[in-house]
């Protein structure tokens, strides 16, 4: 089992509010890593980290942001929050080649 | 372009039936990753399986068997014996070291097994 957390676990708000979800892994993964998913779908990289200080866009445009400014965190930000991105964010962290994944958080936007 | 092609959409079985599901990927790398992972109802991505581009050796895991090929680029999953608690979106996933092995998702196969 891997040790890798998000908060929160679910999240509603409204139109126009900044938010931020968590995440967190204990196990000293310099890679990190956001992905988006609808309902059912598949997962679109959005974010990725390769260590400390170091952010990139993944292949997904998305009018998120993320930051890394300590190894076990990797927070992403949405400054003013649309319907467009309800979706379930999840975050992952990886070892050499194996991801492992939160729980995810489900974030509805009305 | 796809680089991972789950082409079964939706698959549904009865219990102890066994069921095959496929994935297809492309790549150009020589160095790369193949994952199968789980995501039951409740959401969470559970990992299932990695394989790297240098070992094509078959395994099995309990009722779970994988199958990868590389002369077609497959890498198919095997649930022999299916139970109920098997239902849910499986995803079949790629990473590359050109791109730093962030993770590229097929569309996922979901699969119902009734009883």
């Known amino acids: 089992e891997a040790d890798i957390y998000q908060t929160p676990r679910y999240l509603v708000i409204g139109t126009g509010k900044k938010i931020t979800l968590e995440c967190s892994q204990t196990?000293?993964?310099?890679?990190m890593y956001w992905y988006q998913q609808d309902p059912g779908m598949e997962l679109h990289l959005i974010h990725y980290s390769y260590g400390v200080n170091s952010t990139e866009k993944g292949d997904l445009s998305s009018e998120s942001t993320v930051s890394r400014i300590r190894t076990e965190h990797f927070p992403l930000t949405l400054e003013s929050a649309r319907p467009s991105h309800t979706s379930q964010y999840l975050c992952a962290s990886s070892s050499l080649a194996a991801q492992y994944f939160g729980p995810g958080t489900r974030l509805t936007v009305l | 372009a796809q680089k991972v092609t789950q082409a079964q959409t939706e698959i549904s079985v009865v219990e102890k039936e066994d069921v095959t599901l496929d994935c297809v990927y492309e790549t150009r790398d020589t160095t790369y990753y193949l994952f199968w992972y789980k995501q039951p109802p409740s959401g969470e991505l559970v990992f299932l399986i990695r394989?790297?581009?240098?070992?094509?050796q078959n395994e099995i895991s309990g009722r779970y068997s994988w199958n990868f090929q590389k002369s077609t680029s497959s890498f198919n999953f095997t649930i022999t014996a299916s139970q109920v608690v098997d239902s849910a979106v499986y995803f079949c996933a790629l990473s590359e070291r050109n791109s730093g092995y962030a993770l590229n998702f097929g569309k996922g196969t979901s699969l119902l097994v009734t009883p």
């Open positions: 196990m000293g993964h310099d890679k």
């Open positions: 394989r790297n581009s240098f070992d094509e």
